[in-house]
């Protein structure tokens, strides 16, 4: 594991090699005389660099080691599971930020849907699926990928409380999938315009 | 800012809608010229928003995906670094699993996900900065002393003699891009690599060359030739 108090030159030749993909001997020449403090470690960097892409460009093809395959898949696969995914916990912890019916209702007219909270909390539970249109206004407005958003929908439907059924006369209806975004949006009985300009939300995708 | 690309922004949008087992078959598509193969920054981007995990899709898109970090970590290694490590083996673990941390802790749209194979290459030559950071800290010729029957203490870079400036290997070196050779140059000790990098590849003068490693020019020059040296025995 590499130490995380990363040195200030190490920084600075990752930012390097992320602004220039392809560095040429030029490229880095001028990176030393920027940081002459720091030429060894530049240097060395370079010498990486070249290494490396003397050994990427033998023709030769690497053959895969079973062996290795399985060893590293398996700490690959332990480390995936023990830990969370950093975007659906973020994911979680902003759609859990909006609690409060007044600001259900900012985000709803935020992301186009308009002053109709209960479309927006049918989202966000996953009872609702949403439309493409809606779900990159979530992830823009959220700041989380759209992936994380769609899996975090996905978990919040199926670990959805199922509700206690009383005796009545009918059967009672348990939805195994989320409802239509127009399901959803007929269900609110608004008048045609408004539900004509939300469908046309879905209609989009 | 960051963008994915749009036949991966494409990939991943249309997953959304697709059951697990789709998804699950998508993965197992080994053929890259077909149709349905999913590129590594499209499971990588599934593996870190742990798409459909209880469903094995998690868990199918990393085996898959670890494959593909073998092989372009395998290549790279190919050289086998030696100096930095006795077991190529060993050295490819590491490397990969210091793939996969880099892979997995990163908020938001990783570079993984854009360019998986431009990631992978950084991670290694991270790591292998690394190494080689780790290894200087342990050795430092210009620490070392020889004592004298008498006692007294020599730095051991005096020992050697400073017969040349230039001579026509050096020349003869910059032409040189061989794999031996850039793999003989990793290994050689921090202070000789960088004063030919700085001399031969870099052309920099002896003041700048000695002013870069903090020593006098002749010493500089001594370091290259000691560097010179080694070299030539691989080049033989």
Redesign the interface.
């Known amino acids: 594991?590499?130490n995380k108090n990363v040195p200030e030159s190490?920084k600075l030749?990752?930012d390097f090699?992320?602004q220039h993909?392809r560095p040429t001997?030029q490229d880095?020449?001028q990176f030393?005389e920027r940081f002459?403090q720091y030429?060894?470690?530049i240097?060395?960097?370079?010498?990486?660099?070249?290494?490396?892409d003397?050994?990427?460009a033998?023709a030769k093809p690497?053959e895969?080691?079973e062996e290795?395959?399985n060893?590293?898949?398996s700490?690959?696969?332990s480390?995936?599971h023990q830990?969370t995914?950093?975007?659906?916990a973020?994911a979680k912890k902003k759609v859990e930020s909006i609690q409060k019916p007044s600001e259900r209702k900012q985000v709803a007219i935020a992301v186009g849907i308009g002053s109709y909270p209960t479309l927006l909390n049918g989202v966000l539970s996953g009872r609702t699926k949403a439309p493409?249109k809606v779900l990159d206004a979530l992830t823009a407005l959220f700041?989380?990928?759209?992936?994380?958003l769609?899996?975090l929908f996905?978990r919040q439907f199926?670990e959805s409380a199922v509700p206690a059924f009383k005796g009545g006369g009918s059967k009672p209806r348990l939805p195994v999938e989320p409802v239509s975004w127009e399901e959803a949006v007929s269900g609110l009985k608004l008048p045609e315009k408004e539900t004509e300009r939300l469908l046309k939300l879905g209609r989009e995708d | 800012m960051r963008k994915r690309q749009p036949k991966h922004e494409s990939q991943l949008k249309s997953l959304e809608t697709w059951k697990p087992a789709d998804v699950l078959k998508r993965i197992g598509i080994i053929d890259y010229k077909d149709d349905d193969f999913l590129d590594s920054e499209v499971l990588a981007s599934l593996i870190r928003n742990r798409m459909y995990e209880s469903a094995g899709v998690t868990t199918e898109a990393t085996i898959v995906l670890n494959k593909r970090i073998q092989i372009l970590v395998g290549k790279r290694l190919r050289l086998e670094w030696y100096g930095l490590t006795s077991r190529s083996n060993t050295i490819a673990a590491d490397t990969i699993d210091y793939v996969w941390d880099a892979l997995l802790t990163e908020e938001g749209l990783s570079n993984c996900e854009i360019y998986f194979a431009v990631f992978v290459r950084n991670r290694v030559d991270d790591y292998m900065r690394h190494l080689l950071a780790q290894k200087n800290s342990m050795e430092s010729i210009d620490k070392m002393t020889m004592d004298d029957k008498d006692g007294n203490k020599t730095p051991f870079i005096d020992m050697v003699k400073d017969n040349n400036a230039e001579t026509p290997e050096e020349a003869f070196m910059r032409t040189q891009q061989t794999l031996a050779v850039r793999s003989m140059l990793i290994s050689l000790p921090q202070v000789e690599r960088n004063v030919f990098y700085f001399r031969i590849m870099c052309r920099y003068d002896w003041g700048k060359v000695a002013e870069f490693i903090g020593c006098s020019i002749p010493t500089a020059r001594l370091h290259l030739k000691r560097s010179l040296e080694k070299l030539q025995g691989v080049m033989e």
């Open positions: 594991m590499i190490e030749i990752v090699l992320n993909p001997n880095w020449k030393i002459p030429a060894s470690a240097a060395d960097a370079a010498m990486v660099r070249a290494a490396g003397a050994a990427d033998v690497y895969l080691d290795l395959a060893r590293t898949v700490k690959a696969l480390k995936i830990t995914s950093l975007n659906l973020k493409s700041d989380v990928p759209r992936l994380a769609v899996e996905r199926e």
